[in-house]
DNA sequence: AAATTAATCTTGACAATGACAAGATTACGT
DNA sequence: ACGTAATCTTGTCATTGTCAAGATTAATTT
């Protein structure tokens, strides 16, 4: 898995340019963000990522892939911190979850969410988003004892929580919710958790 | 105010390039938009918006700032459609302008809240995001009877109402909310109304 | 092991774009 | 009427996405 950089073969490339792609959305964000800067910094030529993701929207397709990856992974991360909770608990540590991989990632959060559902073909994407939201259903059901697949009431549940810590997140990264840097994280969790409780009731 | 097209001067470019931006960003989302694309909309050269915007960002943040003129009025329509409510009414009402607003225009309202939140200068823009705002605080205001920037526990109320209305609609226009033609206003809003009402209990 | 095929990467080109500079045309104030 | 400022055009350059053709290396077959 080395990469010798003086071989015409790059050896790993497609991770390579996806590891870099993230860095640089990082860094100047989806506006600034061009398949040549993401091709210079790894040191291939403009064309190379071509043959890999075909045109730019493959790319970004395949960040948003990864994003979502990492994204159920905050999640569980949080979950885990506290496994001998109770089920409302748990879906509140998901919603911290959320957050924290927004506001870790704030660029890929919003490429994530900005483009358009996906076809639910067998697309990488599409099965990383519905992970990702079949990891809230089950919070839900857990929580309500219940499909939320067969009983509307608890889809409900689902819409509502999702609608409030997205919508949490989204405006937080903007800046629009308070101090865009100061706030220690034990507040901001605080505040979530309690708006959080009421999507909940 | 009229155009005559033959004529060096255009007489009214800086409103002609809003409207057609706005066309445009409607068409071909932020990410196909070109300031080339608006100019030969209207039929001037590749370069006149310059003299009126500056660069790329002073049109995008015009048209930011006409959609948050509007999207207040979306919300202050809502109300105006049943104004003997009580004032939790009148905030339910004004979730729904809030969706409507994104739904007529999904790319101007992932617009508005994509850019990092204006300096609180004397911007336009900020001055338009800062009306929108104040009508959400006044209406928890009337709904609390005290004001927000007084009473902490009343700006939680404002922060969880407005994320749960700003994710219902960013979620709703991403189609990630359920199927993104068919349903019906009616059921649209009575489902906004339900996650809405659990934001103020 | 040698040859053939496939995959990977480079080079070159083209049109579209944002930004800038310089000039042409018109409006406006004095 | 004159001069100044505002408005718009033309021309240019660097950057970008996309495509085509070729070079290099890996994989497969014989």
Redesign the interface.
């Known amino acids: 898995m080395l990469k010798p950089k003086d071989s015409y073969h790059h050896g790993d490339l497609r991770a390579a340019l996806i590891k870099a792609g993230e860095a640089v959305l990082a860094e100047t964000g989806v506006a600034g963000f061009s398949l040549r800067s993401v091709a210079k910094s790894v040191g291939v030529s403009h064309s190379a990522p071509a043959h890999h993701f075909g045109d730019a929207k493959g790319l970004l397709d395949a960040l948003a892939t990864e994003g979502f990856r990492r994204f159920l992974a905050a999640m569980q991360s949080r979950q885990a911190a506290e496994p001998n909770k109770d089920a409302r608990q748990q879906l509140l540590a998901s919603g911290l979850g959320y957050l924290d991989f927004a506001i870790s990632s704030p660029a890929l959060f ?1 490429l994530m ?5 996906p076809e639910p073909k067998t697309s990488e994407l599409a099965e990383a988003a519905k992970a990702a ?1 079949m990891h809230l259903a089950d919070g839900v059901a857990r929580l309500r004892g219940v499909s939320p697949f067969e009983e509307p009431a608890a889809m ?1 549940d689902v ?2 929580i ?7 997140a ?2 937080y990264i ?4 308070g101090p ?1 840097e100061g706030k220690p994280v034990a507040d901001r969790d605080a ?1 979530l958790r ?2 959080l409780d ?2 909940m ?1």
């Open positions: 919003r969410f900005s483009t358009d559902k939201f409900t819409m509502a999702w609608s409030t810590v997205h919508g949490f989204d405006l903007a800046g629009r919710l865009p505040l309690e708006i009421r999507a009731p």
